[in-house]
């Protein structure tokens, strides 16, 4: 059975503070460039998405694009359409 030193609980403090500040110093210096490239690859992803997006659409317009020109409905005004008949209900006491 080993016992611990309290020159080894020193060292080993001593590490994961230096650690800490190493990994906190080094986050300062590089985590704003990676976030930088990963907003940047998103943006480009998003607009290259809504490209073959807006070309899939253009194509499927130009492919099925027909143009019926019915100059009946132009004369004559629009009906409305009378869904139903409205009850009036009055309360029974």
């Known amino acids: 059975m080993q016992l611990a030193s309290f020159s080894g609980f020193i060292r080993t403090l001593f590490y994961i503070i230096a650690f800490y500040y190493i990994f906190r110093f080094l986050a ?13 690859k998103a943006g480009e992803n998003m607009y290259q998405q809504q490209q073959r997006q807006q070309q899939n ?20 005004p629009r009906e409305t359409k009378k869904v139903g008949d409205y009850v009036d209900y009055e309360e029974i006491d």
């Open 28 to 40: 300062k210096l590089f985590l704003p460039l990676i976030v930088k490239k990963v907003v940047e």
């Open 57 to 76: 659409s253009w194509q499927k317009k130009q492919n099925d694009e027909t143009v019926i020109y019915n100059t009946d409905n132009v004369k004559k």
